[in-house]
């Protein structure tokens, strides 16, 4: 069955640090999402991305975030200068067609120290 | 503002009973709901999915009853299994494509 891959699984970093989480999307999925998840919360909506821009993002989603499409395959999510408070799960997520097939990935265990 | 949430945050089952975790939502113009499975450490996975003209789907061993008059979500498992024990957390399409997730629920199998 298809997967959305994510690396690392674990990211520990300095405050103040740039960091770049890395997704390979399902190959013929279109729409291309970030979540995050704080230890114990609900699961919470950073961005969406189709056609090779931003469609929809959240209020958390402030100038320190942005993402990319590098290549046919990647979807990175990179946040400029980590705070604690960044210190999250975050999950890429895909799908063909729009709200319907969302698949996520395992995760990234964001870290900030 | 408007959002999804659970009522119980913890359900003890025995193995082999039925399990039910109910989920409240508030906006009425949502139009697609899924319900996901969360094992430690993983991603959310998706269980099972239903729009808002239907009021029940089943699944393999599970089934999502939508009331809309009450803006109430459950998801239904049968002979609950040590495997479904996980958090589970209902959502909903706020349009966008954006999924608006409830707090989620533990479900502990008892064997």
């Known amino acids: 069955e298809p997967e959305v891959t994510q690396t690392p699984s674990h990211q520990v970093t300095q405050m103040g640090q740039e960091v770049i989480l890395r997704c390979v999307p399902i190959s013929n999925h279109l729409y291309f999402y970030w979540y995050r998840q704080i230890l114990g919360q609900k699961v919470e909506f950073l961005v969406s991305?189709?056609?090779?821009?931003?469609?929809?993002k959240s209020e958390i989603f402030d100038d320190q975030f942005s993402v990319e499409r590098p290549d046919g395959s990647n979807f990175t999510l990179k946040i400029r200068s980590t705070k604690l408070e960044d210190s999250a799960m975050y999950f890429c997520?895909?799908?063909?067609?729009?709200?319907?097939?969302?698949?996520f990935g395992s995760g990234t265990r964001l870290t900030v120290v | 503002g408007e959002s999804v949430g659970l009522h119980l945050p913890t359900l003890s089952v025995q193995e082999g009973d039925n399990s039910i975790i109910n989920c409240a939502y508030s906006?009425?113009?949502?139009?697609?709901f899924i319900w996901y499975k969360q094992e430690s450490g993983k991603g959310p996975q998706f269980i099972i999915d239903i729009r808002s003209n239907m009021d029940k789907r089943q699944g393999q061993r599970v089934t999502v009853l939508l009331n809309k008059t009450v803006k109430h979500l459950s998801l239904q498992i049968a002979a609950t299994q040590p495997g479904d024990s996980a958090v589970y957390f209902c959502a909903e399409n706020r349009g966008n494509n954006r999924l608006a997730f409830g707090k989620g629920n533990q479900v502990v199998v008892i064997p």
């Open positions: 997520a895909s799908s063909e067609a729009g709200a319907y097939g969302y698949t």
């Open positions: 906006n009425s113009a949502s139009d697609y």
């Open positions: 991305f189709y056609n090779n821009e931003i469609s929809e």
